[in-house]
């Protein structure tokens, strides 16, 4: 059981870094991509990277013409 815990936990920061890389890819070609700048702040926090993801957030709220 303990050793199912840490291979589930490795798979979830696994999956969250590919999905950052992603929509970080998706922000280079459109970087008001709302999708995108959502999606990044919701992984980039349980990676650690609070600053980040706030940052994401905060682009969603300040800037009314990004897109869906």
């Given at each position: 059981?303990?050793?199912?815990s840490a291979l589930q936990e490795a798979h979830q920061q696994l999956f969250?870094?590919?999905?950052?890389?992603?929509?970080?890819?998706?922000?280079?070609?459109?970087?008001?991509?709302?999708?995108?700048?959502?999606?990044?702040?919701?992984?980039?926090?349980?990676?650690?990277?609070?600053?980040?993801?706030?940052?994401?957030?905060?682009?969603?709220?300040?800037?009314?013409?990004?897109?869906?």
């Amino acid at each position: 059981p303990q050793d199912l815990s840490a291979l589930q936990e490795a798979h979830q920061q696994l999956f969250n870094r590919e999905t950052a890389a992603f929509y970080q890819a998706q922000l280079q070609s459109n970087p008001n991509d709302a999708t995108a700048h959502f999606a990044l702040g919701k992984v980039l926090g349980p990676l650690g990277q609070m600053d980040q993801a706030a940052s994401h957030f905060r682009a969603l709220l300040r800037n009314p013409d990004i897109t869906r």
